[in-house]
């Protein structure tokens, strides 16, 4: 009954965790559209009503002008200044939110963002067997912090600190390794393969 519950409890929170941001990216830009839309009434009202694929005009303008804004921010996010301004804001307020930073890094390497910080999958023993954890980081020569995940849901888990000779260091991709939690072990026959 407590593992179903633990499991359960995970579940619901990996959605709050998955549809946050969701909910926040699409809030944010219903309000960039409704500003922009405001912004360019006066310009488009000059222009003849014209429907394309069943937007008017201004609806069409309104989209061209976010993703223009998008894009220039993306140039924007790419120079030095701006990227000490949000490993600012990362490590000041953002790191603070729980997950966040093993969320980041573990979505930009399955969206495929380069990331200098790739985590690497290794097994830890544990009083149920192996299982599959992510290595945060070194603390001395011999001890490492880990990311248990669980399962189904990889989003939440335990840190573990965990001595160099217990680790089992596997040459597979944090993707193959997420896939495979949120799949109950499925595909772990051919993923470990004369891994174990």
């Given at each position: 009954?407590?593992?179903?519950?633990?499991?359960?409890?995970?579940?619901?929170?990996?959605?709050?965790?998955?549809?946050?941001?969701?909910?926040l990216?699409?809030?944010?830009?219903?309000?960039?559209?409704?500003?922009?839309?405001?912004?360019?009434?006066?310009?488009?009202?000059?222009?003849?009503r014209?429907?394309?694929?069943?937007?008017?005009?201004?609806?069409?303008?309104?989209?061209?002008?976010?993703?223009?804004?998008?894009?220039?921010?993306?140039?924007?996010?790419?120079?030095?200044?701006?990227q000490?301004?949000?490993?600012?804001?990362?490590?000041?307020?953002?790191?603070?939110?729980?997950?966040?930073?093993?969320?980041?890094?573990?979505?930009?390497?399955?969206?495929?963002?380069?990331?200098?910080?790739?985590?690497?999958?290794?097994?830890?023993?544990?009083?149920?067997?192996?299982?599959?954890?992510?290595?945060?980081?070194?603390?001395?020569?011999?001890?490492?912090?880990?990311f248990?995940?669980?399962?189904?849901?990889?989003?939440?888990?335990?840190?573990?600190?965990?001595?160099?000779?217990?680790?089992?260091?596997?040459?597979?991709?944090?993707?193959?390794?997420?896939?495979?939690?949120?799949?109950?072990?499925?595909?772990?026959?051919?993923?470990?393969?004369?891994?174990?």
């Amino acid at each position: 009954m407590k593992n179903i519950l633990k499991i359960i409890k995970a579940t619901f929170l990996g959605g709050i965790f998955f549809l946050a941001p969701l909910i926040l990216l699409i809030v944010l830009l219903e309000k960039g559209y409704n500003i922009v839309q405001k912004i360019t009434l006066p310009l488009v009202s000059l222009l003849p009503r014209v429907k394309i694929l069943g937007l008017a005009l201004q609806e069409l303008i309104g989209i061209l002008i976010i993703i223009i804004i998008c894009f220039l921010a993306g140039l924007l996010a790419r120079k030095a200044k701006a990227q000490k301004l949000i490993q600012k804001l990362e490590d000041g307020v953002l790191s603070f939110v729980p997950g966040y930073s093993f969320m980041k890094k573990m979505n930009e390497n399955i969206v495929g963002f380069e990331s200098n910080e790739e985590l690497k999958v290794v097994l830890v023993p544990t009083d149920a067997g192996l299982q599959f954890a992510f290595l945060i980081e070194q603390i001395d020569e011999n001890n490492f912090s880990v990311f248990i995940p669980d399962a189904p849901n990889p989003w939440s888990g335990s840190v573990c600190f965990v001595n160099k000779k217990d680790i089992k260091e596997l040459e597979i991709s944090q993707k193959e390794a997420l896939a495979c939690i949120r799949k109950l072990g499925y595909g772990s026959a051919a993923l470990l393969k004369n891994k174990l």
